[in-house]
């Protein structure tokens, strides 16, 4: 139980592009989803927080309008990396806290973004 | 501001060689700390929850302890698959907080057979 999927696994892009990584709840509902990046050989830095239909809450010094984040159902949180460059390259990964459950978070196994 | 320092950064250990891995926090009020194991490429494995001091969780060869200022990841005869990054967490309380996460750097152990 409380497995979560990200897709795309990797995606290489060009600098300039828009990129949107899915985030899914497989086998349960998600009353709140993260959003974390880790740098090579660092740990994770929560980036957002975002709740069923209701707009996201991000962290000091992360851009709310580069980092489109939408939580339209307890199942699905999405992610969109706008107009990317070379230094929003990392590792992207997501979490979610099952509805009405413990404190844990459930994470996904990650997504690579490289941006050339 | 919540804080989590793991030690030591990097542990080598022979198969069979059991050890302990330290979390140090300093947070709030402590709504819980969360044990996660990392794979290389990958997402983070839940592995503990405690919540608190004087809890106790196991796992196979994994123990979990929490006191007020550290806890403690026990490793009993470590296997080669053991070796991974061990990740600490602490969830505390308060308006706003959201359930979020504070995470250590981790703790990168390598079992050798």
């Known amino acids: 139980g409380a497995v979560v999927s990200q897709h795309p696994s990797w995606v290489i892009c060009k600098s300039g592009t828009s990129v949107k990584i899915e985030c899914r709840s497989l086998?349960?509902?998600?009353?709140?989803m993260f959003w974390y990046r880790q740098f090579p050989k660092q740990s994770l830095m929560l980036m957002a927080t975002?709740?069923?239909?209701?707009?996201?809450?991000?962290e000091q010094g992360v851009e709310k309008d580069k980092f489109l984040i939408n939580h339209a159902s307890l199942t699905l949180s999405t992610l969109t990396v706008t107009s990317a460059h070379p230094e929003d390259s990392s590792f992207y990964i997501c979490?979610?806290?099952?509805?009405?459950?413990?404190?844990?978070?459930?994470f996904g196994p990650g997504t690579r973004l490289t941006v050339l | 501001e919540d804080q989590v320092t793991q030690s030591p950064e990097a542990l080598r250990l022979q198969e069979g060689e059991s050890s302990s891995l330290n979390c140090s926090y300093t947070?709030?009020?402590?709504?819980?700390l969360f044990w996660y194991r990392q794979d290389p490429g990958k997402g983070p494995e839940f592995l503990f929850t405690?919540?608190?001091?004087?809890e106790e969780k196991e796992k196979e060869r994994l123990k979990a302890t929490l006191t007020k200022k550290e806890s403690f990841l026990h490793i009993t005869a470590p296997k080669p698959e053991d070796s991974a990054t061990y990740l600490c967490?602490?969830?505390?309380w308060g308006g706003g907080s959201n359930y979020k996460l504070t995470f250590g750097k981790g703790t990168l152990l390598t079992v050798n057979p």
């Open positions: 979490s979610a806290r099952i509805r009405e459950g413990g404190n844990e978070q459930f």
């Open positions: 086998d349960f509902q998600a009353t709140t």
């Open positions: 975002s709740n069923e239909g209701s707009k996201a809450t991000y």
């Open positions: 947070v709030s009020g402590l709504r819980g």
């Open positions: 405690l919540y608190s001091a004087g």
């Open positions: 967490a602490v969830q505390a």
